[in-house]
């Protein structure tokens, strides 16, 4: 196998991932294979309790997978690391940080000096536009401008993978759309390897190239769908009639693992 | 009939809620009334039950006899002198006993290793009060002042070590993981994110402890002192001077009060995300 001279090749090797639950072993994820390049947008979609914010763990380093193996750039993944940026659902800042101090974290960890690690924060703050706020604490953001915050701290590392676990699901509708346009923005500009996790088909396809669908509990690989939407993909390719086409075709294949699902649990419930 | 009965509502009701408008400010100059008359109240009630010869006036000096017993203390310094070296036991002691209590916390909460090498121990020792050990101060240090910051730091010490193994426990686990995400190393968590992220609680612990400690220099200072405030009081005791032992005791109030209320402002901007 070779890789390119860039950066952020992920590759999940029959990975198997469990835990102990009150009744004993629970399998989150069975056998799992995944192989991204360097510079893919991936959505892993599926139903909570899929495993795909599990899935997203293992690539990150919080936890170890019980069988296979993740491996970034031909590396081992055995924790986190700041190659691998984390944007969580909540937003997660440092309460007693200031949004520059929060941007700044990063860059001072990597031992930038103090001129370069200025530069950097600067440039982040203007790129998710909250230059104006750089002296706010969190508590006084809401939350989309938070979300935000949490995006640029991320990028600030100049991470080779980028990881998001629904980063926009605590957002109002509105909100939620707006950051998704910027997110793209950003992301056709360096174009980093982003494993992107939601439950949202519509946010799945706007977003991504490619579509990984994941089964009920344990999470499995049922689908790897290609999205050939244009690029930069502009807010009006929602009406496409690729994109609808899209968007059925994922629903009807989640539709088809949710109900095999639920017989599943009405059978063993019975 | 309909309006009538409509027009008959409306003539009450306006006369009602004035009525209720006047009684409730009448209400809210009595319960200000109340506020403000209480200590001079409970002042001018001392001073006439003293002096009207009903009470033994040595046993139960006036509040005009506590304030000239006071004067004189101050003018011959020896209230300077008191103040002076209750303040600095207070003030060596807490720090030690905070210090190594914050210490203490961090190390436990953060290293199983060392909770279970010390945790058992120190939970056996914390239910003890600082008041039953001050013999046993006085074996090991003798009336030294070295007992004094002993007892004083071992009050402390508990308050800060819970407080700060508890703040430490409950900071938000996903912050633990941003920050290692974003290249945080181990030995660089504790400033960055495990210290700050237990400064709320640490914080109550520091404030909480300032009464302990106070406590706890009551305790050192009756069972033997050469100075001290709480030894005025003790002393004035034994000489039947009761107007400088009460007044002695609300010097003592004054400045832990003061401590408390220096304390909470401090607090307030040291944690002020919270």
Known sequence: ?270 | MASAHTNAEEGVLPATRTATLTSSRWKEVGLRLALYLSLPGFLLLWQLVSTSGAVNRILTPAPTDVVTAITRAMRDGTLLVDVGWSVTRVIAGYAVGAALGIVTGLLTARFKLIDNLLSPTLQTLRPIPPIAIVPLTIIWFGLTEGAKYFLIAWGVFFVLWIATYMGVRRINPLLIRAAQSLGVPEKKMLREVIFPGALPYIAVGLRTSVTIAFYSLVAAEVAGAFAGIAYRVNVSHQNMQTSLMIGSLLVLGLISAAADYAFNIVARRVVFWH
């Open chain 1, 1 to 270: 196998m070779s890789y390119g001279s860039r950066k952020g090749n992920v590759e999940l090797r029959e990975v198997v991932v469990e835990f102990d639950g009150r009744t004993g072993t629970v399998r989150a994820v069975e056998q799992l294979n995944l192989s991204v390049p360097s510079g893919q947008f991936v959505a892993v979609l599926g139903p909570s309790g899929c495993g795909k914010s599990t899935l997203l763990n293992v690539v990150a380093g919080f936890i170890a997978p019980t069988f296979g193996e993740a491996l970034l750039d031909a590396q081992r993944i055995v924790k986190p690391g700041a190659e691998r940026g984390v944007v969580f659902q909540q937003p997660t800042l440092f309460p007693w940080k200031s949004v520059r101090e929060n941007i700044a974290l990063g860059p001072r960890m990597a031992g930038l000096r103090a001129a370069e690690v200025e530069r950097v924060t600067r440039h982040f703050m203007e790129l998710v536009g909250l230059t104006l706020f750089a002296d706010q604490y969190p508590d006084a953001l809401s939350g989309g401008m938070q979300q935000r915050v949490g995006i640029a701290r991320t990028l600030a590392n100049n991470p080779s993978v980028l990881l998001m676990d629904e980063p926009f699901g605590a957002l109002d509708a509105q909100t939620r759309e707006l950051m998704q346009e910027s997110l793209l923005r950003i992301w056709e500009k360096n174009r980093t390897t982003l494993l992107f996790v939601t439950h949202d088909i519509e946010e799945a396809i706007f977003l991504a190239d490619r579509v990984i669908l994941m089964s009920a509990r344990p999470g499995r690989v049922i689908a790897d769908i290609a999205v050939n939407l244009i690029r930069p993909r502009p807010a009006s390719v929602v009406d496409s009639a690729e994109f609808l086409r899209l968007k059925k075709t994922c629903r009807e294949l989640i539709r088809t693992e949710s109900i095999k699902a639920f017989e599943e649990q009405e059978h063993a419930a019975a």
